[in-house]
C-alpha cells in the first residue's frame, strides 16, 4: 500500500505543471494539486524578492522563466510579472525611485553598436548608475551570429558590477526585438537598473519597432558608404529622437563633419515624431570616448523636456497598448501554425505556391478556412 502511495505521489509530482491549466486532467488527491500551486507561487515569490534585493542571479532566472515558450512555465511567468508591475506602478506613485530610463540603439553593421555601448555603459556606472544592457543575438535568425557574441565584444562592462549583459534570441522576430523584451525591461527595473540599453540586431524596415518599447531612440551611424540617406531607411531616421554619426576621430572627422550637417538638414524636412522635442545630430568616438559627455547632456535635456511636458508618460501608454496586439498576433500565429487542421496541408500548399499552381492569396483564404473549419461557398 505504501509503495502504490509512493508511486502515486513521484507521478504527481512529475506532473505538477498540468495543474496550471483547466484543460489538463489530473485523476489526483485535491491536497497535492494544492501543495503543487503552492510550490509554484514560492518559487515565484522567491524570485520577486531576488529581483528585490537587486540579485543578479535572481534576475537572469527570471529572465529566463520570461522568455521560455513552454506553456507550462507561463502561469509562473505571468504571476512573476503581476507582482512586477505592480512594485514599479507603486515605486512611480512613491517617487521613492525613479521610473527607469529606456534608451533604444539601433544602427547599421560596422557602426560599432557594441563599443558604443561599452563606453556609454562604463560612463554611466562611474556616474553611480544602475546600468542593464540588453542585446538581441541574431543567432537563430538566418542572418547567422555568434551565441553571446555582445558579451565577448563588451568585456569591461560585463565585468562591472553595476551593469547587467543579457543577449537573447531574436528567433526571427521581425523588429530587431524579441516577444519578451518589453516584460524583460520591467523585471530589470524591478531589480533596481534605472537605465536600460536596448540594442538591435540591425536597420531594416521593419526593426523601429523597437521605438514602441523604449523612452528615446538613439540612431548610430558610421561614417562613409556613399549615400547615406539611401543606405539607412528612411523610416528609421524619421522615429529617432537622437542620431550619432560614430567613429569620429582622426582621418573619419572631415566625412562625421559632412554627414552631421547632411543629417541635420535632411531632418529639416522630416516631421518628428515628438511635439515638443526636435532630433539632434551629434558626433562621437567610443574608442577615443570623445562626444559621450555631450551625448548623454542631450539625453538628459530631452528626458526633462519631453518628460516635463507630459508626452513620456503618455507615450508610455500607448507602448502598452501596441504590445498588447503585439502579443495577440505573436499568439493567435502561434495557435494557427500548430492548428491540426493547418499543419496538415501546409506543406503542401506551400509547394503548390512555389510551383505557381496556385496564388499566395488563395493559399492563405484556404488555411484559414481550415483553421475556421468555414465553407468556401457560404
Known amino acids: 500500500m505504501m509503495s502504490l502511495l509512493s508511486r502515486c505521489f513521484v507521478y504527481v509530482r512529475a506532473t505538477t505543471q498540468w495543474f496550471a491549466y483547466p484543460n489538463k486532467i489530473f485523476f489526483g ?33 527570471a529572465i529566463t522563466l520570461v522568455e521560455s515558450t513552454a506553456i507550462a512555465h507561463r502561469p509562473q511567468a505571468q504571476n512573476l510579472l503581476r507582482m512586477v508591475l505592480k512594485e514599479n506602478k507603486e515605486r512611480r506613485q512613491r517617487s521613492q525611485l525613479a521610473s527607469s530610463f529606456i534608451l533604444g540603439l539601433t544602427g547599421p553593421p560596422g557602426a ?16 553611480g548608475n544602475k546600468v542593464a544592457v540588453l542585446t538581441v543575438d541574431p543567432s537563430s535568425a538566418t542572418s547567422g551570429g555568434s551565441l553571446l557574441g555582445d558579451k565577448t565584444r563588451m568585456p569591461e562592462l560585463t565585468r562591472d558590477p553595476s551593469a547587467y549583459i543579457r543577449p537573447s534570441p531574436n528567433k526571427g522576430h521581425w523588429g530587431g526585438v524579441t516577444r519578451t523584451t518589453g516584460d524583460i525591461v520591467q523585471l530589470c527595473e524591478c531589480a533596481g537598473y534605472n537605465i536600460i540599453l536596448v540594442e538591435t ?23 562613409g558608404g556613399g549615400d547615406e540617406l539611401q543606405g539607412v531607411k528612411r523610416g528609421i531616421v524619421e522615429v529617432a529622437d537622437i542620431i550619432a554619426i560614430t567613429k569620429a576621430d582622426g582621418d573619419h572627422l572631415p566625412e562625421c563633419r559632412r554627414m552631421a550637417s547632411e543629417y541635420m538638414s535632411a531632418l529639416k524636412f522630416m516631421k518628428s515624431r515628438s511635439k515638443v522635442w526636435r532630433p539632434k545630430v551629434l558626433q562621437v568616438s567610443a574608442r577615443a570616448k570623445m562626444g559621450i559627455q555631450e551625448l548623454w547632456d542631450v539625453v538628459m535635456e530631452y ?76
Request: a negative charge.
Open 29 to 61: 488527491p485535491l491536497s497535492q494539486v494544492s501543495i503543487c500551486a503552492r510550490e509554484e507561487q514560492s518559487s515565484g515569490e522567491k524570485l520577486f524578492d531576488g529581483l528585490l534585493n537587486g540579485d543578479r542571479a535572481s534576475l537572469a532566472r
Open 112 to 127: 560599432g553598436k557594441s563599443t558604443f555601448i561599452e563606453t556609454l555603459g562604463k560612463f554611466l556606472t562611474a556616474a
Open 303 to 378: 528626458k526633462e523636456i519631453v518628460g516635463t511636458s507630459g508626452e513620456l508618460e503618455m507615450r508610455r501608454k500607448h507602448q502598452r497598448v501596441k504590445w498588447l496586439w503585439s502579443y495577440v498576433n505573436a499568439e493567435l500565429e502561434r495557435r494557427f501554425r500548430l492548428h491540426p487542421s493547418v499543419a496538415e496541408c501546409v506543406s503542401e500548399l506551400e509547394q503548390d505556391v512555389l510551383d505557381e499552381n496556385i496564388t499566395p492569396g488563395f493559399a492563405s483564404d484556404e488555411l484559414v478556412q481550415r483553421f475556421f473549419k468555414y465553407d468556401r461557398t457560404k
Open 201 to 223: 540586431v540591425g536597420v531594416g524596415q521593419s526593426e523601429y519597432s523597437v521605438a514602441d518599447m523604449v523612452d528615446l531612440f538613439l540612431l548610430l551611424i558610421p561614417p
